[in-house]
């Protein structure tokens, strides 16, 4: 089992910066691939970065790309989604999750944990 808590959310004027975190707890951190995803209201799930066992190993929807980087800490159990230059689309609830594989998936079927969410609110 792996407890996921997340934290750094909050608003942010468009082009601004916001830092997420996620801190696993309750099982081997290192041999978890991890990832961001994000729901909007009215929308469905959608994957944002995954990062594998390996920190070079990783995925990011084509929208984030160039400012979203996702990374990890294995000492301190913690992967962390830096997001930049925010726009008013980027806003919704972001989650963070975590599979029991060492591959990163963008899927939310291939997770089995799951963090309770955090608002990431951008204003134009």
């Known amino acids: 089992q792996v407890q996921l808590v997340e934290s750094g959310g909050g608003l942010v004027q468009a082009g601004g910066s916001l830092r997420l975190c996620c801190v696993a707890s309750g099982r081997t951190f290192s041999s978890n691939a991890m990832g961001w995803f994000r729901q909007a209201p009215g929308k469905d799930r959608e994957f944002v970065a995954a990062i594998g066992w390996s920190a070079g190993n990783t995925l990011y929807v084509d929208s984030v790309k160039g400012r979203f980087t996702i990374s990890r800490d294995g000492a301190k159990n913690t992967v962390y989604l830096q997001m930049n230059s925010l726009k008013p689309e980027d806003a919704a609830v972001y989650y963070c999750?975590?599979?029991?594989?060492?591959?990163?998936?963008?899927?939310?079927?291939?997770?089995?944990?799951w963090g309770q969410g955090n608002q990431v609110t951008v204003s134009s």
């Open positions: 999750a975590a599979r029991r594989n060492l591959e990163p998936g963008s899927h939310e079927t291939e997770y089995d944990y």
